[in-house]
């Protein structure tokens, strides 16, 4: 396919003013016209549907050039990968006229790949390969295929099944859940979408844009130790552009009275903040919220530096100035201050004595606060009170090896649900919907379903999906731990589970799984008559080097068949979805018309 900068040279071409007699692009002379507003100039990018398209504006009956966007495709020399060329090795803090924030007091965050979409898979095979990052500008085609609507499949609803008592709890002694195949998907089903979170986030939005009450995430931090670890060496910079791409499609997911919370350590807080300031604004900055778990080891220091006992939390709000005269963010606990109630009356009212004054004679004047007509004191932005969950294997039970393996390798410890009902309690009501793309252990949806809130949670990893589906299977029969107490949980409720329907994901994970040259061999033939490997590989070229493709160690002959895949293809889109090439059955063909409300 071409690309889209090879689209603008070709016009550019039509003008001799514009390249020197070699051939040589004169990107200054283009430059200078385009700033000048050059008529010859303009008149060439209107003929051309594409160039149009990009860097013209309809205002009333009047079509404008967009010379800024314009001049900044003229000074990338270099498409997809190099399209950082402009801020090569630079990550700093500049505004939106390039100046230093020593002339300007808004701050933007400003680093390699910054313009790019970064699909950023986390499964094992995803971190050997070389990301693509899509410039939105030099390549609006692919960015547009890459987040189309995702066909569904293998869509299964799992509900409580058992007795109930008069109350119409059910009964922890029969509980049970049933699963069964679905093919509509109904307003109130809470849901857990398994596929890269990127492209789920993009299918979601054409349903529940502007819908989602409260998102809280928990990304990788990016720490060298956990489970982003790309090979780029901008790790930083992969890592922003990773958050950008998505924070982007979870602002336009909240509701108007929507707020997000991200959880994230000392490692990359600082960087995300300007990043969440420039993508939802500073005046919908609502706190930073300090969570100090504790120490892992006790406060016994293991380096010559203090012992980190705390993580962050930024809470914005969608639209903070509109609302938060008419919210309360912060409710008011009764836990702080019950330790001060010490005294009994007749009635055996705890209460406290309170000095209210003085007398005349300089007397104190003491009343009495009860501890029932106390509405407790405002939450502060420290939270000191919840303790970190360390996963324990032994927690599990025999046999349940996928729990354990997950719980063995998963890096720190799980976040307590006592945090996610806080943030839950300050945010939401009952029957709002709540997001999570970062699902990882499936607390969030946990929480959200012992509270009677809607939810929809995200996660590739499969392991990971396992323990989701046993966790929430759990809580549907009436599980006790975490906040089961503190809400009165009994069970019931359910959910519906689905996949992205995979297209070149399936030959991924077939690489991954490869144990030998001759699987490779035979993938790599399935794959080239596919015909859905990348537009920049010629298979005649790879044909002429087999020799050197066979020396290569097992590694990378896997990372090479990586590197071939259209990684536009990973899944297939709503858009094929009759494509009989793609073999989707009537059912998932039912089940996501019905999602998007087409069916």
């Keep these: 396919m071409k690309n889209f900068y090879e689209t603008v040279l070709t016009v550019l071409k039509q003008d001799k003013r514009f390249f020197a007699k070699d051939g040589t692009f004169l990107r200054n002379a283009v430059y200078e016209a385009a700033m000048q507003m050059d008529t010859d100039l303009i008149h060439l990018l209107l003929t051309n549907k594409d160039t149009k398209a990009r860097f013209f504006k309809q205002v009333d009956d009047v079509l404008v050039f967009d010379k800024v966007r314009f001049g900044w495709v003229i000074n990338n020399r270099q498409f997809l990968p190099d399209s950082y060329t402009r801020f090569k090795n630079k990550i700093g803090l500049i505004n939106e006229n390039e100046e230093m924030i020593s002339t300007s007091g808004k701050v933007e965050l400003v680093f390699p790949y910054k313009d790019c979409v970064l699909e950023g898979g986390q499964t094992k095979e995803d971190q050997k390969r070389q990301e693509i990052f899509y ?79 409260c998102i809280y995430i928990d990304p990788p931090f990016n720490t060298g130790n956990d489970s982003f670890n790309y090979n780029d060496k901008f790790s930083r910079s992969t890592w922003l552009t990773f958050m950008k791409s998505r924070l982007r499609i979870a602002k336009k997911l909240l509701s108007n009275d929507g707020n997000i919370f991200i959880h994230i350590d000392i490692n990359q807080s600082h960087y995300l903040k300007v990043l969440a300031d420039e993508i939802f604004t500073e005046d919908n900055f609502v706190e930073e919220i300090i969570w100090a778990y504790g120490s892992p080891s006790g406060g016994r220091a293991t380096t010559p530096k203090p012992v980190n006992v705390h993580d962050y939390i930024l809470h914005y709000a969608k639209d903070y100035q509109n609302r938060k005269q008419n919210r309360v963010y912060v409710p008011y606990s009764k836990k702080y201050i019950s330790d001060w109630f010490k005294y009994k009356d007749k009635d055996g009212r705890l209460y406290r004595r309170r000095q209210r004054g003085r007398d005349e004679d300089g007397n104190a004047i003491w009343s009495k606060q009860y501890l029932d007509e106390s509405k407790g004191l405002p939450l502060s932005t420290v939270w000191t009170d919840i303790q970190q969950v360390y996963a324990d294997p032994r927690a599990y039970k025999k046999g349940n090896k996928a729990d354990v393996e997950v719980i063995k390798s998963f890096s720190g410890g799980q976040k307590p649900e006592a945090l996610i009902k806080r943030i839950f309690e300050m945010s939401t009501d009952e029957g709002d919907l709540i997001l999570d793309f970062h699902l990882g252990t499936g607390t969030t949806a946990a929480v959200a379903h012992k509270m009677h809130r809607r939810y929809i949670g995200i996660e590739q990893m499969q392991p990971q999906i396992e323990l989701i589906l046993n966790r929430l299977k759990k809580v549907i029969c009436g599980e006790t731990a975490g906040i089961s107490k503190d809400v009165n949980w009994h069970g019931g409720g359910s959910f519906v589970y689905c996949e992205l329907a995979k297209l070149n994901q399936n030959f991924a994970d077939e690489i991954q799984t490869a144990s030998d040259v001759d699987a490779i061999q035979d993938i790599y ?21 087999s020799d050197d493709f066979k020396a290569l160690s097992l590694d990378n002959q896997k990372r090479f068949l990586m590197e071939l895949l259209d990684k536009n293809m990973l899944y297939v889109n709503y858009c094929d979805i009759d494509d009989e090439e793609f073999h989707i059955s009537k059912e998932d063909k039912a089940f996501t018309r019905s999602f998007y409300k087409e069916g």
Excluded: W
């Excluded at 033939?525 to 080097?545: E, L, T, W």
């Design 135 to 213: 410039n939105e500008l030099l390549a609006p085609n692919e960015v547009d295929r890459l987040l189309y609507p995702k066909v569904f499949t293998g869509a299964k609803k799992y509900s409580y099944e058992g007795d109930v008592d008069l109350l119409g709890n059910p009964t922890s002694e029969n509980a049970a859940v049933s699963c069964s195949s679905v093919t509509d998907f109904e307003n109130t089903d809470n849901l857990i979408i398994k596929g890269n979170n990127l492209l789920a986030l993009s299918s979601i939005l054409k349903r529940y844009e502007g819908m989602i009450k």
């Design 525 to 545: 033939c399935r794959m080239i008559k596919s015909g859905f490997i990348s537009c920049k590989v010629n298979p005649a070229d790879i044909d002429a080097a």
